[in-house]
Nanobody, 123 residues
Framework: VQLQASGGGLVQAGGSLRLSCVAS????????IAWFRQAPGKEREFVAA????????RYADSVKGRFTVSGESAKNTVYLQMHSLKPGDTAVYLC?????????????????WGQGTLVTVSS
């Protein structure tokens, strides 16, 4: 499985961005796709996840109400729509997948990772 994340950029605080994660290769409808982020000097943290079959979602408390994760099965793509961005959201955002319907928050459960896309939020 290959994952390609895109859509990052520079945005002012309060602005919005939409990230995309395109999956290719041996993907399954039961896969769970997650977004993680890693800021300089900080550990990787869970942001959001969606199961492709059930469309059940899960969010980190820090992004609830501001971020929305969704999927477009026909394009094998998962989106992360981000609103009301804050400087604290600045990080490299990575998408990851694993072959289970369980929406894990620990990065160790995910088998496949994309290369990441940088989001910078200026104050």
């Amino acid at each position: 499985v290959q994952l390609q994340a895109s859509g990052g950029g520079l945005v002012q605080a309060g602005g919005s961005l939409r990230l995309s994660c395109v999956a290719s290769g041996r993907t399954f409808r039961s896969d769970t796709i997650a977004w993680f982020r890693q800021a300089p000097g900080k550990e990787r943290e869970f942001v959001a996840a969606i199961n492709r079959a059930s469309r059940i979602t899960r969010y980190a408390d820090s992004v609830k109400g501001r971020f929305t994760v969704s999927g477009e099965s026909a394009k094998n793509t998962v989106y992360l729509q981000m609103h009301s961005l804050k400087p604290g959201d600045t990080a490299v955002y990575l998408c990851a997948s694993h072959r289970s319907a369980v929406l894990q928050v620990a990065s160790g459960f995910y088998d496949y990772w994309g290369q990441g896309t940088l989001v910078t939020v200026s104050s």
